[in-house]
């Protein structure tokens, strides 16, 4: 199982950053789909998560309102659009896959992750 994420990058506050992740070795289709993150010195937190058809997703209170995750079953692919960025989103963030299919907040229901892109946001 891979998953690669991209689209991560420098950009001011207010800016606006699209994340992908392109999933293969499993079937994307039945997966529930997660981004996670994980700033310098601090422990990874969960971001956003959408289950296996993207009829549910749930969001951190942090970026309610400014994140959107959504889901491309045709092309093995989750985005996470992030929008009205602040200094504090600067994290590593990462990709994950759950067999279950949820959406959820919990870390262990995910069995997969990938590398991690970055994303930095200057004030």
């Known amino acids: 199982v891979q998953l690669q994420a991209s689209g991560g990058g420098l950009v001011q506050a207010g800016g606006s950053l699209r994340l992908s992740c392109a999933a293969s070795?499993?079937?994307?289709?039945?997966?529930?789909m997660g981004w996670f993150r994980q700033a310098p010195g601090k422990e990874r937190e969960f971001v956003a998560a959408?289950?296996?058809?993207?009829?549910?997703?749930v969001y951190a209170d942090s970026v309610k309102g400014r994140f959107t995750i959504s889901r491309d079953n045709a092309n093995n692919t989750v985005y996470l659009q992030m929008n009205s960025l602040k200094p504090e989103d600067t994290a590593v963030y990462y990709c994950?896959?759950?067999?279950?299919?949820?959406?959820?907040?919990?870390?262990?229901?995910?069995?997969?992750w990938g590398q991690g892109t970055q994303v930095t946001v200057s004030s």
């Open positions: 994950t896959a759950g067999a279950l299919g949820i959406a959820t907040t919990k870390r262990y229901a995910y069995d997969y």
């Open positions: 070795g499993l079937t994307f289709s039945s997966y529930g």
């Open positions: 959408i289950n296996w058809s993207g009829g549910s997703t």
